[in-house]
């Protein structure tokens, strides 16, 4: 029975992992990923703010060395979820069981000025070029903003104005700064209540402003001013856009999506085509865009997958809990403990930022890059400059 796996993030990394283990040699599992590595979406922050080298921070899929698992690195042009098959410019691949883990697509373009006008951090080149560019901003009117929902790591971009903070401050340009996070929601993590309540009392602290309610729907590159929807404007000399998410048009021509992502079945992740999973960002299962989440879904589909290759008798099923680290700036961390069950309110825990914390989060990159590439990895941190 072949496997096909399409996507090497947070889902598909653990989901082979995890078959890996179960079954070795005996398993034929391909994962196509067009990458030629991971990266961990907390390692482009450490990138965009000089706290960590790229060479540092990208896990190169050539050492994804595991039994039964074969990874092809390729476009994939097509899928046929009913013939469990992918087109790619490295050939076609059929399979017995087929899992989507494509995650989303950003489109900065999609907003009018965003790409004249500003910057992107939320895909690898973007935080990876911003690397080079905030070192030469001289201070001035910092704005970072939504310009859509849904949207990957809900806490990213209350991390990145709470960052800017500290490497404004570290440059000495703070005091003539100034820093504005728009959001499309009354607080800043909504299914976390404590979590948003520290956030704001850290915005708060540091000057920060919280413009709640709101997105952003294009910016004027020549006024330098941003374009909310409420009709209203705000001038800015530095824009740090999170763009547009959509589902990968691949997968979109495939017939795999309802309302614009891939509708699943909420415990055991299949999708309407027998034998054909989806798991992480690319579907509406209902919880956050996240991998945390996506590596818990894989889990899920992996027993599932387990149960058919006779290994597993009892597979689980997904319970939507997942844990979130929060960056607070000044090396502490916080961390989001919290479960979305479907057609219920989420609920979960809230640890308040530490230093403890930050290690815990640097041993959860660490443990994962050990079992995925086999590799040891202490955050890359050590070698920024």
């Not at 990394?13 to 398993?27: A, I, P, V, W």
């Not at 950003?106 to 911003?130: C, K």
């Amino acid at each position: 029975m072949r496997i096909l796996v399409l996507g090497a993030g947070f889902g598909g990394l653990e989901l082979s992992t995890r078959l890996s283990e179960e079954f070795g040699d005996e398993l034929d599992l391909v994962l196509i990923d067009q990458g030629e590595g991971f990266v961990f979406g907390f390692s482009k922050l450490d990138v965009m703010f000089g706290r960590a080298l790229p060479s540092a921070v990208v896990h190169p899929y050539r050492y994804l060395v595991k039994p039964g698992v074969r990874f092809v690195q390729a476009t994939i042009r097509s899928i046929d979820p009913v013939a469990k098959r992918v087109e790619t410019d490295a050939g076609a691949f059929e399979g017995d069981i087929m899992v989507v883990a494509l995650g989303a697509d950003l489109d900065p373009s999609a907003t009018p000025g965003l790409v004249e006008g500003g910057h992107e951090f939320y895909t690898v080149p973007g935080a990876f070029a911003l690397r080079e560019v905030l070192p030469h901003f001289g201070g001035g009117r910092v704005v970072v903003g939504l310009t859509s929902t849904p949207f990957k790591c809900p806490p990213a971009p209350s991390e990145t104005v709470l960052l800017m903070h500290d490497y404004l401050t570290k440059r000495g340009i703070r005091d003539n700064s100034d820093i504005s996070l728009i959001m499309p929601f009354d607080v800043p993590i909504p299914p976390s209540p404590a979590a948003s309540q520290a956030l704001l009392a850290a915005f708060a602290e540091r000057g920060i402003h919280w413009h709640a309610d709101r997105l952003v729907s294009g910016l004027d590159p020549d006024r330098r001013v941003v374009l909310l929807n409420d009709g209203t404007e705000m001038p800015y000399d530095l824009f740090l856009g999170i763009p547009v998410h959509q589902v990968p048009a691949v997968v979109e021509a495939s017939g795999l999506t309802v309302d614009g992502w891939v509708r699943v079945d909420p415990l055991t992740l299949e999708t309407v085509f027998p034998g054909v999973y989806s798991v992480g960002d690319v579907t509406s299962v209902g919880t956050p865009k996240a991998g945390v989440f996506a590596e818990g879904q894989a889990s899920v589909v992996a027993e599932q997958i387990g149960t058919r290759l006779g290994g597993m008798t009892e597979p689980a099923t997904y319970d939507g809990h997942g844990v979130c680290y929060v960056e607070f700036g000044d090396d502490l961390v916080g961390r989001v403990d919290v479960t979305f069950m479907s057609g219920k309110t989420p609920v979960g825990d809230f640890d308040g930022p530490s230093r403890a914390l930050a290690a815990d989060k640097g041993e959860f990159g660490s443990i994962r890059i050990h079992r995925w590439f086999n590799h040891r990895w202490s955050g890359g941190k050590e070698s920024a400059n």
